[in-house]
């Protein structure tokens, strides 16, 4: 199976700060590749399908990009309502998913 | 407009089963596959398996083959999810999800809708 690290595990931002967050796959994947925000208690809520594609009703400040191992979750001008955990998840064959093990943005 | 919504709280003894269920609404329950995800107390998120509702068929996380069966009552646009034999590290917030579909209506390897969320409680 493939396996997805996340990194970091916690990052400390401003707002206004542009943030990434990254993952790895333990192999070179195709784009099938997800993000998802969630706040205590709250609900995941998906931000980017396929890599790079803007989930509707999700503001352009979030994107999504990669090739390979590595992929990327971007935020533009960090937003107050944007300090949150947020995860990536791979789809494998057979609709198999595989969730990274999360990145908490906080306030600096 | 699209809902999924689960059955509340359950509070088991290990060794007990537990059924969550997941009623849809506001879209075609046979349409879209319904995946189950589970988050430990302060852990991270973990795939289950996912139920084609039109089809009955499923696939597992092996973690959980054999202990976890997912079924759909096409009837009620619900689905169900069992765990049988429960332990105390089962303990966790139950999701149902939707695999999202695009406009090709191909799966795209996401999930675009959740329920709220069901607590099972392990505990002797």
């Known amino acids: 199976d493939i396996q997805m690290t996340q990194f970091p595990p916690t990052l400390s931002a401003s707002v206004g700060d542009r943030v990434t967050i990254t993952c790895r796959a333990s192999?070179?994947?195709?784009?099938?590749l997800a993000w998802y925000q969630q706040k205590p208690g709250k609900v995941p809520k998906l931000l980017i399908y396929?890599?790079?594609n803007l989930e509707s009703g999700v503001p352009s400040r979030f994107s999504g990009s990669g090739s390979g191992t590595e992929w990327t979750l971007t935020i533009n001008s960090l937003q107050p309502d944007d300090f949150a955990m947020y995860y990536c998840?791979?789809?494998?064959?057979?609709?198999?998913?595989?969730f990274g093990g999360g990145t908490k943005v906080e306030m600096k | 407009q699209v809902q999924l919504v689960q059955s509340g709280a359950e509070v088991k003894k290990p060794g007990a089963s537990v059924r969550v269920s997941c009623k849809a609404s506001?879209?075609?329950?046979?349409?879209?596959?319904i995946h189950w995800v589970r988050q430990a107390p302060g852990q991270g998120l973990e795939w289950m398996g996912w139920?084609?509702?039109?089809?009955?068929?499923?696939n597992y996380a092996q973690t959980f083959q054999g202990r976890v069966t997912l079924t759909t009552d096409t009837s009620i646009s619900t689905a169900h999810l069992e765990i049988l034999s429960l332990r105390s590290d089962d303990t966790a917030v139950y999701y149902c999800?939707?695999?999202?579909?695009?406009?090709?209506?191909?799966?795209?390897?996401?999930?675009?809708?959740w329920g709220q969320g069901t607590l099972v409680t392990v505990s002797s």
């Open positions: 999800a939707r695999g999202k579909r695009d406009t090709y209506n191909l799966f795209v390897g996401s999930l675009d809708y």
């Open positions: 506001g879209y075609t329950f046979t349409g879209h596959y």
């Open positions: 139920i084609n509702p039109n089809s009955g068929a499923t």
């Open positions: 192999q070179s994947i195709d784009s099938w």
């Open positions: 396929k890599a790079s």
């Open positions: 998840q791979k789809n494998q064959s057979w609709g198999v998913l595989t």
